[in-house]
């Protein structure tokens, strides 16, 4: 079992739709939760990044953590063709210290004008 | 100002020949990171530096695969005697070691052994 699950989808949205992304993860001692989107043929950019359990908001973008649940979320709102990529999962923490990064598989989402 | 920059950005190379991948992290950055992406792999995580310290080679898949940092700043990652399954996108990242700082990418060297 991986560290970090996320589905890969590929996931299809009309645009201005809510879209809901999440991984699980296994590792209890993470503490550091980010996401990164990642367009085709680049390398990734952090989108957002949350410490310990919460609500973290930004635009049009809102990071949960749960960590009772092991399971954090990235919704999109108002969704537009340009962000259509792959968004992955990452987190940190524990024994392999906050700079070793893990990463989940991605999950790639095409938003359909 | 510069982002992270790789070198080659493409490269094809025969099964069983050595490859030395480039990465040129942002200034002033002390830590910088290998990563491989495969096709539903996801990011694997590499060799990690820091400052002047050992470097985690914890995620080197054998020991074809080596790497080094020249003066705390250009890193070269080698793969010798490749093989097909070594073919990826290799990412270098490097961040600042203050707190927790993110990951800045490049693009990638995309690896294709045939």
């Known amino acids: 079992q991986k560290e970090v699950e996320q589905d890969p989808g590929p996931l299809s949205v009309p645009e201005g739709a809510i879209v809901s992304l999440n991984c699980t993860y296994s590792?209890?001692?993470?503490?550091?939760f980010m996401w990164y989107r990642q367009y085709s043929r680049k390398g990734p950019e952090l989108l957002m990044y949350t410490y310990s359990s919460g609500n973290k908001e930004d635009g049009r973008f809102t990071a949960q953590v749960d960590k009772s649940s092991k399971y954090i979320s990235l919704f999109i709102r108002d969704s537009q063709p340009s962000d259509s990529a792959t968004y992955l999962c990452?987190?940190?923490?524990?024994?392999?210290?906050?700079?070793?990064?893990?990463f989940g598989i991605g999950t790639k989402l095409q938003v359909i004008p | 100002g510069a982002g992270v920059s790789q070198s080659p950005s493409n490269k094809v190379t025969e099964k069983g020949k050595d490859v030395e991948l480039r990465c040129d992290p942002i200034?002033?950055?002390?830590?910088l990171y290998w990563y491989r992406q495969s096709l539903g792999q996801g990011l694997e995580f590499l060799i990690y530096?820091?400052?002047?310290?050992?470097?985690?080679k914890s995620g080197l898949p054998s020991d074809r695969f080596s790497a080094e940092r020249t003066g705390g700043s250009v890193s070269t990652l080698t793969i010798q005697r490749t093989q097909q399954e070594d073919s990826a996108v290799y990412l270098c990242?490097?961040?600042?070691?203050?707190?927790?700082?993110?990951?800045?990418f490049g693009n990638g060297t995309r690896l294709t052994v045939t």
């Open positions: 530096f820091q400052g002047n310290s050992a470097p985690d």
């Open positions: 990242a490097s961040s600042q070691d203050r707190g927790v700082s993110p990951l800045h």
């Open positions: 990452a987190m940190s923490g524990g024994s392999g210290g906050y700079q070793k990064v893990t």
């Open positions: 590792n209890s001692a993470f503490q550091y």
């Open positions: 200034s002033g950055h002390t830590a």
